[in-house]
C-alpha cells in the first residue's frame, strides 16, 4: 500500500519561512508529477507547486517568487521551500503524486501550515 509521509508543518511569523517534506514509500510504479496542493477553511484545495519526473515546475500565481519546489529522485522525496510567508498562506498542505504510466492519484494526510504573529 503507497504511503505518503508528509512532515514540516507548524506556525510560522509573517516574513517567516518554513520547509515541507513528502517522503513517498511502497511505490511499485514509478511516480511522475510529485505536487503539493493545500486547502484553507471555506475555500477548495488548489494546486500550489507541482515538478514532473523530468523536473519541470510549476506554481500557483499566489507563490511565484517566494515558494520553491524540489525533489529527491533517490529517496522518493518531494519538498516544497516557503519564504517570505503571508497569512493568507495558512492552510492545510497535502502532497499529492501520480504515476508515471498509469492512472491513479495518492495523497498524503495533510499538514497544517499557519502564518500569523
Known amino acids: 500500500q503507497v504511503q505518503l509521509v508528509e512532515s514540516g508543518g507548524g506556525l510560522v511569523q509573517p516574513g517567516g519561512s518554513l520547509r515541507l517534506s513528502c517522503a513517498a514509500s511502497r511505490t511499485p510504479f514509478s511516480i511522475g508529477v510529485m505536487a503539493w496542493y493545500r486547502q484553507a477553511p471555506g475555500n477548495q484545495r488548489e494546486l500550489v507547486a507541482a515538478i514532473s519526473g523530468g523536473g519541470t515546475t510549476n506554481y500557483a500565481d499566489s507563490v511565484k517568487g517566494r515558494f520553491t519546489i524540489s525533489r529527491d529522485y533517490v529517496k522518493n522525496t518531494v519538498y516544497l521551500q516557503m519564504s517570505s510567508m503571508k497569512p493568507e498562506d495558512t492552510a492545510v498542505y497535502y502532497c499529492?503524486?501520480?504515476?508515471?504510466?498509469?492512472?491513479?492519484?495518492?495523497w498524503g494526510q495533510g499538514t497544517q501550515v499557519t502564518v500569523s504573529s
Open positions: 499529492a503524486i501520480f504515476p508515471q504510466m498509469r492512472a491513479g492519484e495518492y
